[in-house]
């Protein structure tokens, strides 16, 4: 897919060094979400005050606390002296580096200039991503960009923190989806560990069974394949009322813009290089889920130029989720034949119940997918929350890190 002349390269990430001159021994590379930036987004994370119990107790998954009650609360937590923390304080010998999305036209606003890593279809309900099946290939071009920067970038904090293992790559909606992506087709030693917030899994129903995937490559016409993917998140406020020349500005990547049409089977695309192929059938059926059948229209069949992956079986799904992944955003290099170690890499996914803007069901099915293709996946969901981090999600995502990573505690890169 021809790149957008319109989307600019990525700047310098924003950093925030460790605390007071602490000694470096962790790395957090943390994606925005659509229609924000690392400066609007970094500082106000890493500020957020929460409580944290002390001693730590034990993590694990836990199902629907509050908003406002975290796991640290309910496990083992009574009669606990808590204190008051931020990220940044949690976590003294962490540098912190906040990477910002280029502009790039985003289809649901319009065409509107606006920060993002990748365009992408909508994701607030199960049935808005079940028509995003039809416009996955919005999101190669942007994700091919995205995956090979972030890739750069770890490899940039690897070097400075001494190896994977003390690097965490995670992100917010959007920046929750495009490290995800950039996780599962990472070739390297695994992470420390992996974060994700208010996030979804693109390309999630070609990953879910290999012998989907299979069908898929072999470009099977049995139903409608839907992508877990798409649609975002974001809250931006429209500027401009001219479609296909605004400029999306997010002041808050809470907050809904009744500017914005979001409509979404009925917007007609007005470029080339975008088609509109909705299912002939309508079958758009909800079923609760972001996932439907196997029909994927922009499926390469083996004949086309460009990475051609075998469609032989794979026995091992991560295997096959990856060269899925390869192929659905055509990149070249080494096709995994054995498991990637990426796999062992650990992921915190926290989602609000009352999520406007990516429906918890698709984070639901996201951290499912993630857990049966082998990640050790801690799910985390919040009952009231929206679309937005919450103090007792930072807890939880606290409690996790310093329970279950792996990551080396001592000194790095002193003189």
Not at 65 to 92: M, R, V
Not at 320 to 329: D, G, N
């Amino acid at each position: 897919m021809a790149s957008d002349p319109v989307r600019g390269s990525f700047s310098e990430p924003l950093v925030v060094e460790p605390l007071l001159g602490s000694l470096h021994k962790q790395t957090f590379i943390l994606l925005h979400g659509r229609g924000s930036s690392a400066a609007k987004f970094g500082p106000t994370l890493l500020q957020t005050p929460f409580l944290l119990p002390l001693p730590l107790p034990e993590n694990g998954q836990h199902q629907q606390p509050s908003s406002s009650s975290s796991k640290c609360d309910t496990e083992d937590g009574a009669g606990q002296h808590k204190d008051i923390t931020t990220l940044a304080a949690a976590f003294p010998h962490a540098r912190f580096v906040f990477p910002t999305a280029p502009r790039g036209r985003a289809t649901i606003y319009k065409r509107s200039l606006v920060r993002q890593w990748f365009d992408s279809w909508h994701v607030d309900s199960p049935r808005h991503a079940a028509a995003a099946a039809v416009h996955e290939g919005m999101m190669v071009d942007g994700l091919q960009q995205t995956v090979g920067y972030l890739h750069g970038l770890v490899r940039r904090e690897m070097a400075l923190v001494g190896g994977a293992q003390n690097v965490v790559l995670g992100g917010l909606s959007q920046g929750c989806a495009a490290s995800l992506v950039a996780l599962l087709l990472w070739d390297g030693e695994p992470l420390a560990a992996a974060v994700g917030m208010c996030g979804w899994l693109p390309f999630m129903s070609h990953l879910l069974n290999p012998k989907d995937a299979e069908r898929s490559r072999m470009g099977s016409e049995e139903g409608v394949a839907t992508d877990c993917s798409d649609d975002d998140e974001e809250e931006q406020e429209l500027e401009t009322g001219e479609s296909g020349g605004g400029s999306v500005d997010e002041y808050d990547e809470r907050n809904n813009d009744d500017n914005i049409d979001e409509k979404d089977e009925e917007y007609e695309e007005d470029e080339e290089d975008l088609e509109d192929e909705e299912d002939e059938d309508g079958r758009h059926e909800d079923h609760g889920t972001c996932w439907e059948d196997d029909f994927d229209p922009f499926a390469h069949s083996g004949d086309e130029g460009g990475l051609s992956i075998p469609p032989a079986k794979v026995s091992d799904p991560a295997v096959a989720a990856v060269r899925t992944l390869q192929e659905k955003l055509e990149l070249g290099g080494q096709i995994p034949e054995r498991r990637p170690w990426v796999f062992n890499t650990l992921l915190f996914f926290g989602h609000g119940d009352r999520d406007e803007k990516v429906h918890v069901s698709l984070a639901r099915g996201a951290a499912e997918c993630l857990n049966g293709l082998g990640l050790d996946v801690a799910w985390n969901e919040y009952r009231g929350l929206g679309h937005w981090y919450s103090d007792a999600m930072l807890a939880d995502l606290v409690c996790f890190l310093k329970n279950k990573s792996r990551w080396d505690e001592g000194e790095k890169n002193q003189p």
